[in-house]
């Protein structure tokens, strides 16, 4: 039977990898940590820090986006839009920006339905997330991974 | 921002229509982000912030837009038509200068 | 540098040498393909062509609108606006976008829009040329091409531009910078694969000026050329010169019978 041998060199690279490795998760966790510190920043700003739930609100944006320049988004939220119960904003957050505001856009009951479209920059692959404000004061939210290609040819 | 913005809103509808209004503008959008390829400075953000559509003088839709905002943005919108009337969109740039544009309704 | 220019060869033949894992069925693509040849739309992503679909949300339209007023903008010491000879457009330009660059017997070479506009500045209307990329000329460009849109590709390669179509297929074969590539590479031996996260396109000429996402405004096709000898590394000419003239011809003839669709809206 061999016995599996390990120079004094090669265990201090197994070592070293793994303090390299350990090191690497730390940095991308914390950076996604502080992507997640200044989402929620922003959504409270934007909102408060009421409770939110899921639901309620369609977010419709491309799986892969060609250009992370111009990205189309649209989104609807389900309400009867009266006078008595209709969609005030929905706040548009892309978490992995150099800041996560991207559009508030505010509603009336004359809107019909809670329903709007624009094109958005996202600086690569992340979460889009809106955050629908209601005339009571509920709080709804919904999410969509977008993925951003990059590299190819510019010009 | 001297630019002609484009709208369409339907030259005609019925009562208690839902219409689709799509609204389109030129303009940079500078995040404030960018630095100068030669001079290595910021350049500094001017983007357009808001955009209001008012019907015969009341707001009837807006919207607050930051740097993740598209150059050239566009913005489509619904509104629940009851009575002829005039819309007015009107766009405000960072430096506060405004770009506004009319469009009629009529109801049958 | 000589070190790092292998490395970039090399990754440049790695990216080219995956195939794509996209086979494209039977995709019917209607006007946007002529027999083989397929417009950049048929390689763009659904969001992207929808973008372009309506003329309405087309942000390329905004230069279109910018142009039409230009035209009709008087200019220059001869007090005269493009309008002043050459009229109504949608009657005088209506086959100018299928048809440019064309030879130019007056001056005696090969003459785009672009160049043809800045001739009638200085010569016609006394006014300082354009920028090859300004907002004006972009805009009046749009414009002119955009009444000949949805008409078929259709130059002329014979007579005095016979030579210049000669001089754009050897530009368009000849390998150069760095990464040692043709143009054919990319565009004809690996149109539909993939460069890195990009599907090649055959590199077609049609939609010229092009509204693109990455540049976020309508560009000129010599600032496209500019930008893939750039990709290979290679030093770019200036927009306008007799060298990417003649690639226009050529480019264009490569796209022969596919409709004129300025403004595309392309990544």
């Known amino acids: ?155 | 921002m001297a630019s002609k913005p484009r709208v369409r809103v339907p030259k005609k509808a019925k009562a208690g229509e839902i219409i689709t209004i799509k609204s389109l503008i030129s303009h940079k959008m500078e995040t404030g982000q960018r630095k100068d390829k030669k001079s290595g400075e910021k350049i500094p953000r001017k983007i357009i912030n808001k955009f209001v559509c008012t019907f015969n003088g009341k707001v009837v839709f807006s919207a607050d837009w930051h740097p993740a905002v598209s150059a050239n943005p566009y913005m489509s919108f619904s509104y629940k038509v009851m009575e002829s009337g005039e819309f007015e969109f009107t766009w405000t740039d960072d430096d506060g200068k405004t770009v506004s544009k009319k469009a009629k309704i009529m109801v049958s | 540098m000589k070190r790092k220019a292998l490395v970039l060869a090399g990754v440049g033949a790695a990216a080219l040498a995956v195939p794509s894992v996209m086979t494209f069925a039977a995709e019917d693509f209607g006007k946007y393909q002529v027999g083989d040849t397929r417009s950049g739309y048929t390689f763009a992503k659904v969001e992207t062509r929808a973008i372009q679909d309506d003329d309405f949300e087309n942000p390329g339209m905004l230069w279109v609108e910018h142009g039409e007023e230009v035209w009709e903008t008087v200019d220059g010491k001869a007090g005269k606006s493009c309008k002043s000879c050459h009229a109504d457009a949608s009657d005088t330009m209506k086959n100018v976008g299928s048809t440019y660059p064309v030879f130019a017997k007056d001056i005696g070479k090969l003459e785009n829009v672009e160049n043809r506009i800045n001739r009638c500045r200085t010569d016609n209307m006394k006014a300082k040329p354009w920028k090859y990329d300004s907002r004006d000329m972009l805009g009046v460009v749009s414009y002119v091409k955009r009444q000949s849109f949805g008409q078929p590709m259709n130059v002329k390669i014979d007579g005095g531009a016979a030579s210049w179509f000669k001089k754009g297929e050897e530009f368009y074969n000849q390998r150069r910078g760095q990464l040692d590539m043709a143009c054919k590479h990319c565009h004809v031996d690996n149109a539909g694969n993939m460069i890195r996260a990009n599907t090649l396109s055959q590199g077609q000429g049609n939609g010229f000026p092009t509204y693109r996402l990455k540049w976020q405004k309508p560009g000129s096709l010599h600032r496209r050329f500019r930008g893939c000898n750039k990709q290979v590394r290679a030093k770019p000419y200036k927009t306008g010169t007799d060298e990417y003239l003649a690639l226009e011809l050529y480019v264009m003839w490569r796209g022969q019978g596919l409709p004129v669709e300025t403004p595309a809206v392309r990544n």
């Not at chain 1, 929620?40 to 639901?55: F, L, N, S, T, Y």
């Not at chain 1, 508030?104 to 997330?129: E, W, Y």
């Open chain 1, 1 to 155: 039977m061999m016995k599996p041998e390990i120079s004094r060199r090669s265990a201090l690279e197994l070592i070293g990898g793994g303090v390299v490795t350990a090191l690497l998760a730390g940095t991308f966790a914390d950076v996604a940590k502080a992507d997640a510190k200044m989402l929620a920043e922003a959504i409270k700003k934007a909102v408060g820090d009421g409770a939110m739930k899921e639901g309620k609100i369609t977010l419709d944006l491309p799986e892969i986006a060609e250009n992370g320049n111009t990205v189309p988004v649209g989104f609807s939220v389900e309400s009867p839009m009266t006078e008595a119960d209709y969609v005030k904003t929905v706040h548009l957050f892309a978490e992995k920006n150099p800041a996560a505001d991207v559009a508030s856009i505010h509603f009336t009951p004359a809107s019909g339905v809670a329903k709007a479209a624009l094109r958005i920059r996202m600086a690569g692959t992340q979460n889009v997330v809106a955050v629908a404000e209601m005339s009571d004061g509920t709080l709804y939210t919904a999410k969509k991974l977008v993925k951003v290609t990059i590299g190819g040819c510019g010009g």
